[in-house]
């Protein structure tokens, strides 16, 4: 089991511009930002918040699933996956190994354009989940040095 994650305030309003912005110039029906244990991070779009943390638990052991195909078939990773229906298609981008950009549209969606502007947003989250696990980084404590260090005792 992985720590969880951690967003800063700041890159939590980021990360809601950029999936908004890319919900409104694709047509999606929703947009949001799971990771790999399924739970929704962030989202926009028409779906109510138990399906959305439903489908968010079901992406993360698919992705699992697909991940193990790909190291049978010696392939480092995917960076993408699409599944599409008549009705509702799925495009699912990984922003890094813990966090997965999904996006449900339909026909009024086109998919070159789904592709095209997921990936413009995907380099956007990128950054933002960079700028996160730095900060998060430089909030740890330095385990080489004794937390006790600098604490005297009176005996």
Do not use: W
Not at 20 to 40: M, P, Q, W, Y
């Amino acid at each position: 089991m992985q720590e969880n994650f951690v967003i800063y305030n700041e890159e939590y309003v980021l990360i809601k511009e950029i999936i908004l912005r890319l919900r409104n110039n694709t047509n999606a029906k929703v947009v949001f930002i799971t990771d790999s244990e399924g739970h929704c991070i962030a989202s926009t779009g028409e779906m109510d918040d138990i399906n959305l943390n439903s489908i968010s638990s079901l992406i993360a052991g698919s992705v699992a699933a697909i991940n193990s195909i790909a190291q049978m078939l010696k392939i480092e990773s995917f960076s993408a996956i699409l599944n599409e229906s008549t009705r509702d298609s799925l495009h699912i981008s990984f922003i890094n190994e813990r966090a997965m950009l999904v996006i449900i549209f339909d026909s009024t969606s086109n998919l070159g354009l789904i592709r095209y502007r997921g990936r413009v947003a995907l380099e956007e989250l990128v950054k933002v989940f960079i700028t996160i696990n730095q900060k998060l980084k430089s909030a740890q404590p330095d385990l080489k040095q004794s937390p006790f260090e600098g604490v005297t005792m009176k005996t």
